[in-house]
C-alpha cells in the first residue's frame, strides 16, 4: 500500500518515485507498474532533499527518519503492534482502520483520518458457485501461528470435528494465483492475533468464501460475527470452536455467511478508485500544511 500512495503522488502530483530498502520489486508477488529505482536506507539522509516527501509504515520508526531525514514525512500507519514506539516526527499519519486510530490517539495523541487500503475486488475472475466447492474445503491463511492452530484442532477435535487446513501457497506464490484459489474453497482459516486492517480475509470474502477465525481487531472494520463471517476475538478458542463447527455443519447458514461476505468484499469503498480519490485529497492537504519539525 505505500508503493500505492508513493504513485498516486507520481500519477496525480507529478512526483518522480524512489524505493527504500532492500525490498526488491520483482519478487514475483505483486506487479509493479511503474517499477522505482531503489536506494538502500543507510543512503536515504544524504539522498533526501527539503523538497522531497518520505512515505513509511511505522515498523520502520526505529530508523528514526523524523529526527534524521529533511523534506516532509507521511507515514500510513497499517499495523499496530509492528513497532515499539511509533516516529512522534512525521509531519501527517493516515491510519487503515478504527484500531490504529485509536491506538495512535490514545497513546500518542496523535490524531488521524481513515484510509483503509484497497483489495482491487472489482478486477477479480468471478469465483465458482459456493455450493458448487469442495464440502468442507479450508484454505487456511499462511500468518496462522502453528501453536494457535494446533489448540484449534484439538478443540475441533473435542467436538467430534477433524477438518483438513490446506496452505498450498510458497512464500512468494503470485497475487493473482492466491485470489483464484480462494474462489475454490468454501471456508477461509485465518488465526493471526493481530492485523491492522486485514487484506486476505477482506478477499477471501470477495471470493465467496466463509471467513471463519480471529477478526485481528483490525478486521471488525468490516467484519460482522454471525452475518457475514464466523470470527471471534484473539483466544477465545472456544467461542471460535463452536463458530467453526456450526459453519462446517450447517450449510444454509455457511452459505448465508459466503453471500454477506462477497457483498462485503465487493463494497466499492474497498476499490481502488475510492482509494485514490481519499489519498488524492489527503495529498494535497498534506502538502498545504507547514512542516511539523525541522531538522
Known amino acids: 500500500m505505500i508503493y500505492q500512495v508513493a504513485r498516486i503522488f507520481c500519477l496525480d502530483f507529478g512526483s518522480e518515485g524512489v524505493a527504500v530498502g532492500d525490498c526488491a520489486h520483482d519478487h514475483g508477488m505483486f506487479a509493479y507498474d511503474p517499477i522505482f529505482p531503489q536506494i538502500g536506507v543507510d543512503d536515504l539522509s544524504s539522498a533526501i532533499t527539503d523538497d522531497d516527501v518520505l512515505i513509511a509504515n511505522p515498523s520502520f520508526s526505529h530508523f528514526n527518519f523524523g529526527l534524521n531525514c529533511r523534506g516532509r514525512k507521511l507515514m500510513y500507519a497499517q499495523g499496530f503492534n509492528t513497532f515499539s514506539l511509533i516516529d512522534p516526527l512525521f509531519d501527517r ?16 495523541d496523535i490524531e488521524t483520518k481513515i484510509i483503509p487500503p484497497f483489495i482491487g475486488a472489482e478486477n477479480f475472475a468471478s469465483p465458482s458457485p459456493w455450493r458448487s466447492r469442495r464440502p468442507a474445503s479450508v484454505l487456511m491463511s499462511g500468518k496462522s501461528p502453528p501453536h494457535l492452530v494446533a489448540e484449534l484442532c484439538r478443540r475441533l477435535a473435542a467436538k467430534g470435528l477433524e477438518p483438513t487446513f490446506e496452505q498450498p501457497f510458497g512464500r512468494n506464490t503470485p497475487h493473482e494465483e492466491i485470489i483464484a484459489r480462494m474462489g475454490e474453497y ?11 486492517f486485514g487484506l486476505m480475509p477482506l478477499e477471501a470474502m470477495a471470493m465467496g468464501c466463509v471467513v471463519m477465525g480471529f477478526d485481528g481487531y483490525g478486521g471488525r472494520d468490516y467484519m460482522s460475527p454471525d452475518h457475514n463471517c464466523a470470527v471471534t476475538r484473539y483466544g477465545d478458542f472456544g467461542g471460535l470452536a463452536s463458530r467453526i463447527a456450526r459453519a462446517l455443519g450447517d450449510e444454509n447458514f455457511a452459505a448465508s455467511l459466503a453471500c454477506a461476505g462477497r457483498a462485503t468484499g465487493m463494497d466499492p469503498g474497498y476499490h481502488y478508485d475510492r482509494f485514490r480519490d481519499a489519498w488524492r485529497r489527503e495529498i494535497d492537504e498534506f502538502l498545504k500544511q507547514p512542516r511539523a519539525f525541522r531538522t
Do not use: K, M
Not at 487503515?96 to 486510530?101: G, H, L, P, T
Not at 468454501?186 to 491492522?196: D, I
Open 93 to 108: 499519519y493516515v491510519a487503515a482502520s478504527r484500531v490504529v486510530n485509536r491506538l495512535l490517539a490514545g497513546v500518542y
Open 186 to 196: 468454501r471456508y477461509f482459516l485465518t488465526l493471526s492475533p493481530a492485523e491492522g
